[in-house]
């Protein structure tokens, strides 16, 4: 065969191993061993041009630095610029290597040994070299192209909130693509979840897609954001849809992002709840900033109608200071509660937007926030209480000094009317007695009255243990000494029992223990004391139980006491019942009457607690559990 | 190189083996064996467990000792230096990453055998791996191993018998090889139009036997039956030329309608000759392969075996003459031992890695590691 002939031969068998492949390196691995093998060769690479020099895309052999010529010819690559392109160099006797360009891509390496490649085949394969630059090239954007699909494709996969890949077909958008999230929230399909559109976005410059998907579109850039509720495979969620479109030939191709926003709006409907509750309560609550001044940086409309504003407007730009009776209230109260973190039931005089003067019990804390600390505060109008705190003090004095200075001036003239008067004056006398009987009367109610007042002063409740046992046998030992004519008993076991209660409660069972003694019809009045133990809500109380054989409380004391009211119609004839009425209220205890036979069944109920488990107050130095006293 | 030929089997090979295994300069075994060794047998294997150093091998046509051909027994190869055996699996699957199988370069030579029944693309698969992963940085000889009569396993290694792979035998031992077929251009180029694998069905788009008949009844004495299409296909082989060198041979066996089958693959699109071929010029080409091969300065005077592997399909077109070609490639002064296989595998250290047809490869194995 001719010469030529058989180069063109070669040259186009060459040109049938050059082409694209499925990768850059199958590309160019065919088309180097189409060169080595028609050519004869041993040897070669293809090497990508890159900013730091060339970089292997195939070799034969697959480590070039296992045959000399092939690195002796890399390494002069290293040191040569393209335009001196090509190159044929003899690096030893038949021993030849040559250096192509190809053209936007890199350079062709071809090694021979034993003979060179004829300088008409090296011109004729130009055009070869740069068929196969051009399938290198296109391999090469194939390639970064797949690469940067692969990183769309494993973001796609990782982002942990569903994403679908949607194109638009005649007015209906369909699926092409969606990660896992997807469809295990919506399903595997190709059609976007059914959402219907959230009902504030309602009025909104929306208009339907027909394809059930909410859209509020930015003409500009035709990104869409919105909430929207989705049906799902578990029922319905929340979610904040993004609809970003994909540039290309297909316009209404888009990325659909859901994020879930369920829980979200879930506490969002929780949050408005709890705001709403704090708007309606009928205190204030509002936050402010420490310091002498303060500002406001939120009231509920309880403060607005506690300080008569007309609107939350009222507080904005005006300091905290303002709404205290004495500012200097204000720089004393923001330096406690920044002391001690927390504030209760501080009272403090306030005022009105109208310049009124009213009280206040301020509770709240402190909290940190970004900018610093900030008081969270609630406000309570206490005003009515303290007027009727100064009520009572007054009627308190008015028993204790007015009333009872009367009746001693009353007692004593009336002492002095029965001294004046004649032996025979019997009638006259009866009616002295009958004012001397009066004014002791008046004169016990005056110091029931006092006995009460200072039940309300030990405050509610106690932490003091009482050893109830004690206390019956205490009281009961003072009865006898006192009515010798009663039977005053106590029948409970020997084993001590425990209640949260102070001196009240004596006060409490002195008075019951009284009123069956002295209004007891009997010859010989009879109270026994007895203890029981009970549960209460799924307590242990304990019922202290004092049982008479007199005529039984009336019907309308009874009533008062249980109900906890006195009607005009409806009141008793003093303080005694109320005494003990109000002594277990402040204790935390209850009161149950009942008919025994004879007489009146009563008992005190009170949480049962440990011996060991409250500060025990004696009275005195000794650390013993009290006994009432 | 130890070399020994036997035509004893059962124990008596098993100990012959054993023996040369045993010797103080063999650290490897190369067997070639011939079709009368039934290498299936459950005692083959059990032999070769017992040989106490690696070894491979496989069955062909026939073998080569002592400059004679022999169709029966078996030729031991004694290497001096231990081989890196290896086995190529799954030849003819094409997801089967062949690169990955072989083992690392660094060495000089290797004795490779393929299943020729692995098919023509498998065949090329390994060809390509070898080529790709090692250049000239090896020098490798071989051939198809296989009966002609019969494609049932046919390579075998201490690990047992094996079929569509390759075995390789990885020496540190530098060969010169020489690589020659003496066939010429009768007629053509003919480009290749339809063609899969080994099978070609159209030249210049008529059908392949079409063409090749015409071929051969228009430029040599002879007729072409499809009935007796062997006898007289053997005479005239396909060339697929490339630069610089001989063409590479295909070898056409059987015709199918149009579609005539060769061993190894015929590119479709690529251009082939049919090719003709005068006894002494075969023969003299398979003279100067041995001349090139012991003119290598690689073994330069430290030759000490000639290692042949000359395609069968020469012996049967050459007839009593292929005695001849043996004769001219023998030296009286080396020892030579070889096989006739099913296609031929070689570099010659300079040019590119082909499987061959009908041609005579010569290595000569040097003396020195």
């Keep these: 065969m001719p010469e030529r002939q058989q180069r063109v031969q070669a040259l186009y068998e060459i040109a049938l191993s050059i082409g694209g492949k499925e990768t850059l390196t199958d590309t160019a691995d065919t088309a180097l061993a189409g060169y080595l093998r028609k050519l004869n060769c041993s040897v070669g690479g293809i090497f990508r041009a890159t900013d730091e020099g060339y970089e292997p895309t195939a070799t034969i052999p697959a480590d070039p630095t296992d045959n000399s010529l092939l690195a002796t010819a890399i390494d002069r690559l290293a040191e040569v610029s393209t335009d001196e392109l090509?190159?044929?160099?003899?690096?030893?006797?038949?021993?030849?290597?040559?250096?192509?360009?190809?053209?936007?891509?890199?350079?062709?390496?071809?090694?021979?040994?034993?003979?060179?490649?004829?300088?008409?085949?090296?011109?004729?394969?130009?055009?070869?070299?740069?068929?196969?630059?051009?399938?290198?090239?296109?391999?090469?954007?194939?390639?970064?192209?797949?690469?940067?699909?692969?990183?769309?494709?494993a973001v796609f996969d990782a982002i942990p909130e569903p994403i679908a890949n949607t194109v638009g077909d005649d007015g209906t958008e369909r699926i092409i693509a969606s990660n896992?999230?997807?469809?295990?929230?919506?399903?595997?399909?190709?059609?976007?979840?059914?959402?219907?559109?959230?009902?504030?976005?309602?009025?909104?410059?929306?208009?339907?897609?027909?394809?059930?998907?909410?859209?509020?579109?930015?003409?500009?850039?035709?990104?869409?954001?919105?909430?929207?509720?989705?049906?799902?495979?578990?029922?319905?969620?929340?979610f904040l849809f993004h609809g970003v479109p994909v540039d290309g030939e297909q316009a209404a191709e888009y990325i659909h992002l859901y994020v879930d926003i369920s829980d979200q709006k879930r506490r969002e409907e929780t949050l408005q709840r709890y705001e709403r509750l704090v708007e309606n309560l009928p205190i204030g609550v509002y936050r402010t900033t420490p310091g002498a001044d303060g500002e406001f940086k939120l009231v509920n409309q309880g403060l607005v109608e506690i300080l008569g504003a007309d609107s939350k407007d009222y507080f904005e730009n005006r300091p905290v200071s303002?709404?205290?009776?004495?500012?200097?209230?204000?720089k004393a109260f923001s330096d406690q509660l920044l002391e001690d973190g927390t504030v209760d039931n501080v009272e403090l005089r306030f005022e009105t937007v109208d310049g009124n003067q009213i009280w206040g019990e301020v509770s709240g804390i402190v909290t940190e926030t970004d900018d610093g600390p900030v008081f969270e505060l609630t406000l309570q109008d206490i005003t009515t209480r303290k007027e009727r705190d100064q009520q009572l003090d007054v009627l308190n004095r008015v028993l204790r000094h007015n009333l009872r200075n009367a009746l001693n001036v009353i007692d004593g003239n009336a002492t002095m009317l029965e001294n004046g008067l004649d032996e025979d004056s019997d009638e006259l006398k009866r009616h002295v007695e009958g004012i001397e009987r009066r004014v002791s009367n008046l004169e016990e109610l005056s110091e029931k009255a006092v006995t009460v007042r200072s039940l309300f002063?030990?405050?509610?409740?106690?932490?003091?243990?009482?050893?109830?046992?004690?206390?019956?046998?205490?009281?009961?030992?003072?009865?006898?000494?006192?009515?010798?004519?009663?039977?005053v008993v106590v029948d409970a076991p020997e084993e001590s029992l425990y209640v949260n209660?102070?001196?009240?409660?004596?006060?409490?069972?002195?008075?019951?223990?009284s009123n069956a003694v002295v209004h007891n019809d009997r010859s010989t009045p009879e109270v026994k004391l007895t203890t029981e133990t009970v549960t209460r809500d799924g307590e242990q109380a304990v019922e202290v139980v004092i049982t008479d054989n007199g005529p039984g409380i009336p019907e309308h004391e009874r009533q008062a006491i249980e109900t906890g009211e006195e009607t005009p119609l409806q009141h008793g004839t003093g303080l005694g019942l109320w005494l003990v009425y109000w002594a277990m209220s402040l204790l935390g205890g209850d009161i149950h009457i009942d008919d025994a036979d004879p007489g009146t069944r009563i008992a005190l109920r009170l949480p049962r607690v440990g011996a060991d488990t409250h500060p025990q107050y004696d009275g005195g130095t000794e650390m013993a559990v009290n006994s009432g006293d | 190189m130890e070399c020994v030929y036997s035509s004893a089997t059962g124990e008596e090979?098993?100990?012959?083996?054993?023996?040369?295994?045993?010797?103080?300069?063999?650290?490897?075994?190369?067997?070639?064996?011939?079709?009368?060794?039934?290498?299936?047998?459950?005692?083959?294997?059990?032999?070769?467990?017992?040989?106490?150093?690696?070894?491979?091998?496989?069955?062909?046509?026939?073998?080569?000792?002592?400059?004679?051909?022999?169709?029966?027994?078996?030729?031991?190869?004694?290497?001096?230096?231990?081989?890196?055996?290896?086995?190529?699996?799954?030849?003819?699957?094409?997801?089967?990453?062949?690169?990955?199988?072989?083992?690392?370069?660094?060495?000089?030579?290797?004795?490779?055998?393929?299943?020729?029944?692995?098919?023509?693309?498998?065949?090329?698969?390994?060809?390509?791996?070898?080529?790709?992963?090692?250049?000239?940085?090896?020098?490798?000889?071989?051939?198809?191993?296989?009966?002609?009569?019969?494609?049932?396993?046919?390579?075998?290694?201490?690990?047992?018998?094996?079929?569509?792979?390759?075995?390789?035998?990885?020496?540190?031992?530098?060969?010169?090889?020489?690589?020659?077929?003496?066939?010429?251009?009768?007629?053509?180029?003919?480009?290749?139009?339809?063609?899969?694998?080994?099978?070609?069905?159209?030249?210049?788009?008529?059908?392949?036997?079409?063409?090749?008949?015409?071929?051969?009844?228009?430029?040599?004495e002879a007729t072409l039956q499809r009935d007796s299409f062997f006898e007289t296909a053997t005479a005239h082989p396909f060339g697929i030329s490339r630069l610089d060198g001989e063409p590479i041979v295909r070898d056409p066996f059987a015709v199918?309608?149009?579609?005539?089958?060769?061993?190894?693959?015929?590119p479709e699109g690529e251009f082939v000759t049919v090719l003709s071929g005068e006894p002494d010029t075969l023969i003299g080409a398979a003279e100067q392969a041995a001349d090139t091969a012991l003119g290598d300065e690689t073994v330069a005077e430290d030759a000490e075996t000639l290692c042949v592997f000359d395609c069968i399909s020469r012996q049967l077109y050459l007839e009593d003459s292929f005695d001849r070609e043996v004769s001219a490639i023998d030296t009286d002064a080396l020892p030579m031992v070889g096989a006739l296989t099913i296609g031929e595998i070689a570099n010659d250290g300079t040019g590119h890695l082909d499987y061959y047809n009908k041609t005579a490869v010569v290595a000569a194995v040097s003396t020195d590691a």
């Design chain 1, 501 to 513: 209660a102070d001196v009240r409660l004596k006060m409490a069972l002195s008075e019951l223990v």
């Design chain 1, 322 to 330: 303002d709404i205290y009776a004495d500012p200097e209230d204000r």
């Design chain 2, 13 to 220: 090979l098993r100990s012959e083996l054993t023996t040369l295994g045993s010797r103080g300069d063999v650290a490897g075994l190369v067997l070639l064996a011939t079709p009368s060794v039934d290498v299936t047998n459950g005692g083959f294997e059990t032999t070769l467990q017992s040989v106490p150093v690696p070894v491979c091998g496989g069955v062909f046509p026939q073998v080569i000792a002592d400059g004679e051909r022999h169709d029966s027994g078996l030729l031991a190869i004694g290497l001096p230096n231990e081989p890196t055996i290896t086995v190529v699996s799954e030849l003819s699957e094409p997801d089967t990453d062949l690169d990955a199988s072989l083992p690392a370069g660094g060495s000089e030579a290797a004795f490779v055998f393929v299943d020729a029944y692995a098919g023509p693309d498998g065949v090329e698969s390994l060809i390509d791996a070898l080529f790709r992963t090692y250049s000239v940085g090896l020098s490798v000889v071989g051939g198809g191993a296989g009966r002609l009569d019969d494609d049932g396993p046919c390579l075998f290694t201490a690990d047992g018998v094996i079929e569509d792979a390759a075995v390789m035998a990885v020496v540190d031992r530098p060969i010169g090889i020489g690589v020659r077929h003496g066939w010429e251009e009768l007629a053509g180029p003919f480009r290749v139009t339809d063609a899969d694998g080994g099978t070609i069905r159209e030249l210049d788009g008529e059908p392949a036997f079409d063409v090749y008949k015409d071929a051969i009844e228009t430029n040599a």
């Design chain 2, 256 to 266: 199918d309608g149009a579609a005539i089958s060769c061993f190894g693959p015929v």
């Design chain 1, 457 to 487: 002063d030990q405050g509610r409740s106690t932490t003091t243990a009482c050893d109830v046992q004690a206390l019956l046998a205490r009281v009961a030992r003072e009865f006898e000494d006192r009515h010798p004519e009663a039977r």
């Design chain 1, 180 to 238: 896992s999230e997807f469809d295990r929230t919506f399903g595997d399909t190709t059609e976007p979840p059914k959402t219907t559109v959230a009902s504030n976005l309602a009025d909104a410059d929306t208009e339907s897609a027909g394809h059930n998907r909410p859209i509020n579109t930015d003409e500009s850039n035709r990104r869409i954001t919105t909430e929207t509720t989705c049906e799902t495979v578990d029922g319905t969620g929340e």
């Design chain 1, 86 to 153: 090509p190159i044929h160099a003899e690096p030893a006797d038949g021993t030849h290597y040559y250096l192509f360009p190809l053209p936007e891509f890199g350079v062709l390496v071809i090694g021979k040994q034993g003979g060179a490649i004829d300088t008409a085949t090296q011109s004729a394969l130009t055009p070869l070299n740069e068929k196969l630059a051009e399938a290198c090239r296109n391999k090469l954007v194939e390639r970064q192209l797949r690469e940067q699909r692969n990183r769309f494709e």
